[in-house]
């Protein structure tokens, strides 16, 4: 099965970027490194469904590349 993830990886990146203009704003410095970890843990997520992504990609080539 053929696996897509730009929809959810388009939502990781936009929370990502929300969590980094929250810390930017933010004053107390717990709670800006909140929001950076947020932000980190969103980047982590988006590269994660990129990686299974192409895995999948790649899986579905070796396949067809198979002879049966």
Do not use: N
């Not at 053929?2 to 704003?25: M, N, P, T």
């Not at 800006?32 to 992504?53: C, M, N, R, V």
């Amino acid at each position: 099965m053929l696996l897509k993830f730009g929809r959810e990886i388009d939502k990781c990146y936009g929370h990502a970027v929300d969590a980094r203009q929250k810390s930017d704003v933010a004053t107390d410095p717990f709670t800006k490194a909140s929001f950076l970890d947020l932000e980190q843990h969103w980047l982590f997520l988006a590269h994660s469904y990129e990686i299974a992504e192409r895995l999948s990609d790649s899986a579905k080539t070796h396949r067809t590349r198979m002879p049966k």
